[in-house]
Each structure stands twice: as C-alpha cells, then as structure tokens.
C-alpha cells in the first residue's frame, strides 16, 4: 500500500466520451502531480499541484484538464481524447513541491487508459 | 536539453549474480537523484535517494548507487542478485533549474533466472 490511491486501475474510454481519473493520498503531503506513462517513453510530467495551486502545466492539450479541490485529492478529467493518449497515468504527492528540501514523491499504482 | 539516460534496456541475469545498472543525466547545478522500481502490477517505488552528503548511498533490500559528480553519473548496484528482483527500474533526477519535475530515464527492464 503506497498512500497514494488512484480509480479506476482500467479505463477503456471512446473518443467522444468524458471521464475522470482520481488521486487520493492519505499521507498528508502538500504536493501531487499527474504523469502520463506511455510504452518505451520515459515518465512524462503533465500536472504539478502545490497546496491546491496549479504551479506547473507541462503543454499538456486542454483535453486534459486537472483539478485538485484540496490538498488530499487531484482529478484529471478526460474529454475527445485521441487514441495516442492510451496509457498509464500515474498520480504522485510529496511533502512539498519536489526541490524543497530533501523531498520524495510517492506514486499510485496508475490508471491504465485505452482510447478507442 | 537536459535528460536522464538508462544505457540497459533489457537486462538478463541468473540469480546471485551482481548488478549494475547504469544512470547519466545532462543536468547542471544542484541534483536530487533517485531509483524507483517497479514490480509486475505493483506500482512505482523508491528504492534509494541522494540528497546531499556521502555520495554511497544504501537503499532497501540490499540496493546501492554511487553519485560521482564528475561523470553525472548515479548507477545502481546489488551485489548478489534474486528472482524476486525481477521488476522494471527507473532512474530519476530533480535538477535544480528543472522546475518542479522529477525526470526520469526509459527504465530498464532486469529478469533474474532462477
């Protein structure tokens, strides 16, 4: 158990559809992120939240939109997806935003996404 | 630009054999480093972390990883491998002009062989 819990684990989403993706972390942290998981690419970033404030938005496409309404919990709503988004999306929180001391991220186990 | 490279991306050992996988990065400044690793359906997990200090750093279940600052180079390390190390491995680095990102490299995928 990681602290950091995501929902669903599976989603299989048509690209007209609208979902969302949910982060709840039971560790008390201030910080949580969104990152998008793909096949032989590396971890990229796509959300930083700092004490509820949108602090870093990587060029994400306004077809993700996050939101994160307290310290404890972060969503990432889905809208007219394109197949080339189906991946792994995995929430993470720190105690403070990553560089603020010795700080470390903790991970949920993802949210595996397919857009057909 | 600035990167995180893993040299391995598959790697095959027989069980009790030593490990080293390697990590450089592009990133100047101030680094925090980081291996996380992630077992089959599990999710992603820190193994081991340098902030600051002794540039040996130790982890859990017998993992260590050398920062040498000349090189940029953080490689991972366990002397005596086991089939329960079978799991993907992922380097990651905060540089301190990086924003608030940890990144991190491609992963290396280890099977260990009974």
């Known amino acids: 158990e990681t602290g950091v819990t995501q929902t669903p684990r599976h989603l299989v989403m048509g690209m007209t559809n609208k979902k969302s993706l949910k982060c709840e972390q039971h560790l008390g942290h201030n910080a949580m992120y969104w990152y998008k998981q793909s096949a032989k690419k590396p971890l990229e970033l796509m959300f930083v939240y700092s004490l509820e404030e949108r602090v870093e938005n990587n060029s994400v496409p306004s077809r993700f939109s996050p939101e994160c309404p307290n310290s404890s919990h972060l969503f990432l709503h889905l809208h007219t997806l394109q197949p080339e988004d189906s991946a792994l999306y995995l929430c993470a929180s720190s105690q403070a935003v990553l560089g603020h001391g010795n700080t470390e991220a903790f991970f949920g186990q993802g949210t595996r996404l397919t857009v057909v | 630009a600035q990167s995180v490279s893993q040299h391995n991306h598959h790697v095959i050992l027989s069980e009790a054999a030593s490990l080293e996988l390697g990590c450089n990065y592009s990133?100047?400044?101030?680094?925090?480093l980081f291996w996380y690793v992630q077992y089959p359906g599990q999710h992603l997990q820190l193994l081991l972390k340098?902030?600051?200090?002794?540039?040996l750093v130790k982890g859990i279940k017998g993992f260590e990883a050398e920062f040498i600052k000349s090189k940029f180079s953080f490689n991972l390390r366990k002397p005596s491998v086991q089939w329960s190390d079978t799991a993907e491995y992922f380097c990651?680095?905060?540089?301190?002009?990086?924003?608030?990102?940890?990144?991190f490299g491609k992963g290396t995928s280890l099977l260990v062989t009974p």
């Open positions: 990133y100047g400044g101030t680094v925090n």
């Open positions: 990651a680095v905060k540089g301190s002009n990086s924003g608030y990102a940890l990144n």
């Open positions: 340098y902030f600051s200090g002794d540039p």
